[in-house]
């Protein structure tokens, strides 16, 4: 894989009282590394959810992108599909008590845990999703089986087959497939435990005190970084493969003190994840994968058949200003969703997003070999205090992870930052 380029910004977000304002462009330099010949290759990215990261769990952060890119990569290698990888990374993913997927995921009002997962397949553009799923380790497990079912056509006396499943329908199905069951008692950590009481406190409190919300909300404020797991939210992960096909997947514990069966943006079709292969509308692949209350989910769906130019506004902030002055603001993602219509009624807009863009291309200019290369731009983005983040390519040693965090000063939910970088997957000789 060859690093041409990364850029992070940081931008505020417009208000009423402030206008737009680029805060910070970061340019690192290239970076090189040795195409090692028989591997296959492809691309993958992740995040383990954008929210506020503690710097106590910093490693154990960073450490479950590491393994779930190796998981994606390791599958790409052994040449399985796109969707394969981006699942077996959300797996890893969901496995984790550090994230709000699967298990140690948010409790619903009863003291249950209730999933939401959904995955997309750029080749053929098929969906599968969960939602409201207990007692299944792995919901995107069963969403990608329904996907793969889906694919195999009608079922017997021409029945559709399904793509979406919820609650104890979405739990029979996944049995019925061969995916094993799991005790609910087992997806519950110390740590969701824990958040559960202390959220189910504050609400008992806030039921009782009419008179003084003032107060009661100064004291939730005061005590979001009580647990030292931190406040995070859907996990999700972005592929690209050998021939060029993308995949993308989310997976979500929703809401913490979620009514039961409530059914999140994670498992909703153009809202939780995008995966599309180049066609005759352009030339790129894109996988998308979002997180958050709100900010990227309504635009993005919004966008949903409009993905190229959603893509081209994030990449062109980040990837493409190789200029020394700042980007306009009239191509940041800022004009998409703080400014949507959708939002107009939301308190905050706290949310991340990670962007695959892919493309065939020839070799550098000045080579005289024709060499098959695979242009990979990728980039998150949060509104969050943070974003933890990790990405490999299937020719490196091993996985890059990153914290991503707001600025000293700025303000979540009022303020934007945006990474991202480019690199080359040249296929290996034969």
């Given at each position: 894989?060859i ?9 505020v977000?417009p208000s ?14 290239p ?10 290759v ?48 959300l ?21 249950e ?6 995955i997309?397949?750029g ?8 939602g ?13 089986r ?5 694919q ?10 399904p ?36 959220n189910?406190?504050k ?34 992960a ?19 003190l ?65 200029q ?46 024709e060499k098959?290369?695979l242009?990979v ?7 969050t ?12 040693g ?7 965090r ?25």
């Amino acid at each position: 894989m060859i690093m041409e380029k990364g850029i992070s910004s940081v931008e505020v977000l417009p208000s009423k009282s402030s206008q737009v304002t680029a805060v910070k462009l970061v340019v690192k330099e290239p970076e090189t590394k040795q195409i090692q010949r028989g591997k296959r290759v492809g691309f993958v990215l992740v995040h383990a959810g954008a929210g506020y990261h503690s710097e106590s769990k910093a490693k154990e952060y960073k450490h479950v992108c590491k393994r779930a890119c190796q998981k994606a990569i390791e599958k790409l290698q052994a040449g399985a599909l796109a969707t394969d990888a981006v699942t077996a990374a959300l797996i890893e993913l969901e496995d984790s008590p550090f994230t709000n997927a699967g298990l140690g995921s948010n409790l619903n009002l009863l003291g249950e845990i209730e999933c939401d997962a959904s995955i997309m397949d750029g080749k053929s553009l098929n969906f599968g999703a969960v939602g409201a799923l207990s007692g299944i380790k792995n919901p995107v497990s069963v969403a990608n089986r329904l996907l793969c079912e889906g694919q195999k056509g009608k079922l017997s006396a021409g029945r559709i087959p399904p793509c979406f499943l919820v609650g104890e329908g979405a739990y029979r199905w996944a049995v019925d497939h061969g995916i094993p069951a799991c005790p609910p008692g087992i997806m519950a950590t110390r740590f969701s435990l824990a958040a559960f009481k202390r959220n189910k406190r504050k609400l008992e409190l806030a039921e009782k005190v009419e008179t003084d919300l003032i107060q009661i909300k100064k004291r939730r404020q005061s005590n979001e970084k009580e647990n030292d797991s931190g406040t995070l939210d859907t996990v999700g992960a972005v592929v690209v493969d050998q021939e060029g096909n993308v995949a993308a997947a989310v997976s979500s514990g929703g809401l913490a003190l979620k009514h039961p069966g409530r059914v999140g943006q994670a498992a909703l079709y153009g809202c939780g994840c995008w995966a599309e292969n180049t066609g005759a509308h352009t030339p790129y692949s894109t996988a998308v994968s979002t997180s958050g209350i709100c900010y990227f989910y309504k635009y993005f769906k919004k966008l949903k058949n409009k993905t190229d130019a959603f893509v081209k506004a994030l990449v062109d902030l980040t990837v493409f200003s190789t200029q020394e002055t700042i980007p306009t603001v009239n191509n940041s993602p800022q004009r998409f969703c703080a400014g949507s219509p959708f939002l107009a009624n939301e308190d905050g807009v706290l949310g991340g997003v990670i962007v695959l863009r892919s493309c065939r291309c020839s070799a550098e200019p000045e080579s005289s070999q024709e060499k098959p290369t695979l242009l990979v731009e990728f980039l998150w983005s949060h509104t969050t205090e943070s974003m933890c983040v990790g990405y490999m390519s299937a020719q490196d040693g091993k996985a890059k992870t990153h914290i991503s965090r707001l600025p000293p000063g700025a303000v979540a939910g009022q303020s934007v930052a945006i990474e991202g970088g480019v690199c080359r997957l040249e296929s290996p000789e034969s």
